[in-house]
């Protein structure tokens, strides 16, 4: 069993910052590649940022140069600073994990169930 957490989410006024936690537990042999989407109404789930077990990142051009993305691995954590934000930021923000399990190294993919993030204009 696998748990994928988020904390963080809130409303904030456009320009200023957000940190979003997510935190992994449960039968974990090692964690592979972390992520941050988002969801906003009415639109689809998108990539916002992810970072591999090496430290590789990637990040959407619409959050390049605002959001940071970083991980702990000593505390299967995922970190998501954003900047600078926009009214357009405005989504349910979901952490992924990949995760491989111990007892027959199987590949998991988990979810967190979302942290809501409102930027006011």
């Known amino acids: 069993q696998v748990q994928v957490v988020e904390s963080g989410g809130g409303l904030v006024q456009a320009g200023g910052s957000l940190r979003l936690s997510c935190a992994a537990s449960?039968?974990?042999?090692?964690?592979?590649?972390m992520g941050w989407y988002r969801q906003a109404p009415g639109k689809q789930r998108e990539l916002v940022a992810l970072?591999?077990?090496?430290?590789?990142?990637n990040y959407a051009d619409f959050v390049k140069g605002r959001f940071t993305i970083s991980r702990d691995n000593a505390k299967n954590t995922v970190y998501l600073q954003m900047n600078n934000l926009k009214a357009e930021d405005t989504a349910v923000y979901y952490c992924?994990?990949?995760?491989?399990?111990?007892?027959?190294?199987?590949?998991?993919?988990?979810w967190g169930q979302g942290t809501l993030v409102t930027v006011s204009s």
């Open positions: 449960g039968s974990i042999l090692r964690i592979n590649d």
């Open positions: 992924h994990a990949v995760i491989t399990e111990p007892f027959f190294l199987r590949t998991l993919d988990a």
């Open positions: 970072i591999t077990s090496g430290g590789s990142i």
